[in-house]
C-alpha cells in the first residue's frame, strides 16, 4: 500500500488526517505543496481538478488506485481494507 498526502503547511484537515494515519500505524508519503513546487507540479498533475487539502493518493498493492479528496475517514477505511 503506497500512499501520498498533499498538504499544505498551514492546513488543519492534513493535520487531522496525518494524526489519524499515526493512530492506526499506516505509513504515508506527505508532500507539503506551498513548501516545495515540484510536489506543487505533481499535485496539480494527479488532483483532477480538485484544489483543496489534503487530497491524498492510495496505491493498492494490485495497482488500484483511489483518490481521496479531504479528510473522509469512510473512503480512507475502504481504501485502506479497515
Known amino acids: 500500500m503506497n500512499i501520498t ?3 499544505t ?14 493512530r ?5 508519503e ?3 505543496t506551498d513548501a516545495d513546487p515540484a510536489a506543487m507540479m505533481e499535485f496539480m498533475a494527479v488532483n483532477d481538478g480538485m484544489i483543496g487539502v489534503p487530497f491524498s493518493v492510495v496505491t493498492a498493492e494490485d495497482g488500484t488506485v483511489t483518490k481521496i479528496p479531504g479528510f473522509d475517514q469512510a473512503k480512507f477505511k475502504q481504501a485502506l481494507g479497515l
Open 5 to 7: 498526502i498533499y498538504s
Open 30 to 32: 506527505k508532500k507539503i
Open 24 to 28: 492506526q500505524d499506516i505509513a504515508y
Open 9 to 22: 503547511t498551514i492546513c488543519a484537515a492534513c493535520h487531522t488526517l496525518t494524526q489519524w494515519l499515526d
